[in-house]
Every structure is written in structure tokens, then in C-alpha cells.
């Protein structure tokens, strides 16, 4: 499987919830990466924004060096294989004219790169509000990035400001990117490249909650700018794949899962496990086993501790069950549901339902 495009690609899916007691205004998420593809101080970094693909690349065809690839240096990127949910903050996030539809998404909606260094185009202070400017497409010093050259043009009123660095093409050349700063081919030098990629604004009140899939992906042509093109078909991939792997149920493609231990507390009365699928959309199933013949409730609670439904309430003989649980009338958010068996509460667990 290690020969397929897909093979060196990782998924990660985040869900984030907000458990504190200020809503958060105008709040950007923002992803850093710093590349170090190969020999690190030799690195270029581009946008493809039609794949919501951020990524590096090798500046040189030969990436020199002990820690270099050779005459093949490879490329390797970060995509949004999923949109971040943004359907409950009154926003047309995704621009269509429409306002928390079911299914709305935010893409990616700034990249910005920088060096690794103190000037003004080189790394934020944490302790400051500089990360955020550069997650809202300014720089340390608060100029907006604007297009052309190395995207820092302070005092140039012709400059246009821009919320991506560099989306150019760099296999062609055209338009605005590291092969081409200047419209006349101009080049940049590499150097120890990081980015940060971000999306915003979103209003996250308490108790929102919202969920999104990341994608690393690489690739390796035959010189740098093949492999750039070859990063980018992985990414069609990695998108078109998260639906396939979100749907997977884990228990067809691995066979039954080992039992889980009983909890300390439980005495071996029962077991609880995951639901599944989580995230779901209307329904999904809660499985759990009993050991003896015992008394046995599963309730479902909303983040404020309230229970919104009672899904077993009686006795129950040994044996494993599955319960559906539907939700089709619940508001989007996260819950939390408990098993209590002989007087004895499980570990509770939570669950994400969204639409």
C-alpha cells in the first residue's frame, strides 16, 4: 500500500468545544507549521486556496546537505480535508449569501508565512497580539500584507492587500508567488520558511461546539516543481477521502473490539464504550455490556448537567447491548451520556452531534 499517492498522508479530527464563560468575538484558529523539508534553510512555501492546501517546497533542484533529499527534494503541505462547522454563530461564514445553514463550513482563510528570525517579517512573540495579526494576515508590526515582493510594502499606496501569501503557481509562474515576487519572473531566496494558516473570524459562545479534519500530505516527483504537482493530486485525494474514513464503521473493517476493561469503581457490573458513529447527525448507537443481573439506566445529559433523555430504565439481564439513540429534536452541541448499573456510575461519556 506504501506505493499508493494516499499512503504517506495522516488525518487528524478535531472537535473544540468551548466550556468557558466569555463568548469569544471575531476568534480565529490558526495551524503552525514549520517545514524543514529536507535541508531546512533552502525552503519555499506556497497556497493553492481552490484545494484549501498550504505547502512547502524546495527552492533549489538539488536539496543539499546531510539532512537534504538529493536531486529529488519532495513537497508536503497541510489541507482542510473538512471545513470547520460553522453553523450556530449567525455568520455568513462561507459566503453564500445564507446564514448557519445546515452544513456550513469555513474554509481556510489566510495564509501567511514567515522566517526564522526577529525582524518584522520573521517569528511572533507569543506573549504579544502578534500571532493573531499574523493569523489576520498583518505582520509583527501590524502592516497588512500586501501583494507583490515579499508581501511586506509599508508606506506603498499602489500595494494591495491580500489575505493569502503567495497563490501563485509556481509551476507556471504565474501570478504572485516565491518563483515569480515581481511579475517579471523575480525570484526569492530560501530560507528556514514557517506558516501559519488560519481561519476566521467565527463567534464561539459558550457551550458551541465545532469540529473540522486536518490533512498532512507529501509527495515526491521527479524535481521540486513535479512534486508540487504531485502534492497537489494527494490532496484531491485526502479530500475526497475524509467522507469515506468520517463513515467508516470501525467495528465492520476490524472486527469486534477487545473488551474494555471494567472500571475501578464499577466492581465488574458493566462496560460502556464509545458510540458510534461520533460525530454523528440524527442517530447513533451506544453500546454497553452487564455482567449480572442488575438494575441498569442510560441517560443522555446537554452540557448544563440536564438530562434530556432516558434511554434504558429497568432491569437487564448479563449480556451485551446496543441502544440507538436518536436526536433528531436536539440543537446541535455536545453531550454526555452515563451508564448506572447496581448504583454504580460509569465513566461517563461524550458524545458530538452535529448537521
Known amino acids: 500500500v506504501f506505493d499508493r499517492p494516499i499512503s504517506q498522508t495522516t488525518f487528524y479530527h478535531y472537535t473544540l468545544i468551548h466550556k468557558g464563560q466569555d463568548a469569544l468575538r471575531d476568534f480565529y484558529m490558526g495551524w503552525w507549521i514549520d517545514g524543514d523539508l529536507g535541508n531546512a534553510a533552502d525552503d519555499y512555501v506556497g ?3 481552490t484545494r484549501r492546501l498550504g505547502y512547502f517546497y524546495n527552492y533549489l533542484d538539488f536539496d543539499a546537505g546531510l539532512d537534504g533529499y538529493g536531486d529529488r ?9 473538512e471545513g470547520i462547522d460553522a453553523s450556530f454563530d449567525q455568520r455568513d461564514n462561507d459566503r453564500n449569501g445564507r446564514a448557519d445553514e445546515p452544513g456550513e463550513r469555513l474554509p481556510f482563510t489566510n495564509f501567511h508565512y514567515y522566517n526564522s528570525d526577529g525582524n518584522p517579517l520573521g517569528n511572533p512573540t507569543g506573549t504579544t497580539i502578534q500571532p493573531y495579526y499574523y493569523m489576520t494576515s498583518r505582520w509583527r508590526d501590524g502592516v497588512p500584507v500586501t501583494e507583490s515582493r515579499t508581501g511586506y510594502n509599508p508606506g506603498d499606496s499602489s500595494a494591495v492587500p491580500t489575505t493569502f501569501m503567495y497563490p501563485g ?12 515576487t515581481d511579475g517579471n519572473g523575480g525570484r526569492n531566496t530560501g530560507a528556514d520558511r514557517r506558516f501559519v494558516i488560519s481561519s476566521g473570524p467565527l463567534d464561539f459562545a459558550p457551550g458551541d461546539t ?3 479534519v486536518l490533512a498532512v500530505v507529501w509527495a515526491q516527483g521527479e524535481d521540486r516543481l513535479s512534486s508540487v504537482v504531485a502534492l497537489r493530486g ?3 485525494i485526502a479530500k475526497s ?4 474514513l468520517m463513515t467508516a464503521d470501525p467495528y465492520a473493517c476490524l472486527g ?3 473488551p474494555d476493561a471494567p472500571h475501578p469503581d464499577a466492581l465488574g457490573y458493566y462496560l460502556l464504550r464509545q458510540n458510534y458513529p461520533e460525530p454523528f447527525s440524527q442517530q447513533t448507537t451506544i453500546r454497553y455490556e452487564v455482567i449480572n443481573t442488575v438494575p441498569v439506566q442510560l441517560n443522555v445529559y446537554d452540557l448544563l448537567g440536564r438530562r434530556v433523555r432516558t434511554l434504558v430504565d429497568g432491569m437487564q439481564d448479563a449480556g451485551v447491548y446496543a441502544v440507538v439513540f436518536e436526536a433528531g429534536d436536539l440543537p446541535t452541541g455536545t453531550y454526555f451520556y452515563r451508564l448506572e448499573a447496581a448504583g454504580y456510575v460509569s465513566i461517563t461519556r461524550r458524545m458530538v452531534l452535529q448537521r
Open 73 to 81: 527534494p519532495p513537497a508536503v503541505g497541510l489541507v482542510l480535508a
Open 47 to 49: 497556497v493553492d486556496t
Open 256 to 258: 469486534p473490539p477487545e
Open 241 to 244: 477521502a475524509v467522507g469515506d
Open 210 to 212: 465545532t469540529d473540522f
Open 169 to 180: 503557481d509556481p509551476v507556471t509562474r504565474s501570478y504572485w508567488s516565491e518563483e515569480n
Open 234 to 236: 494527494v490532496a484531491d
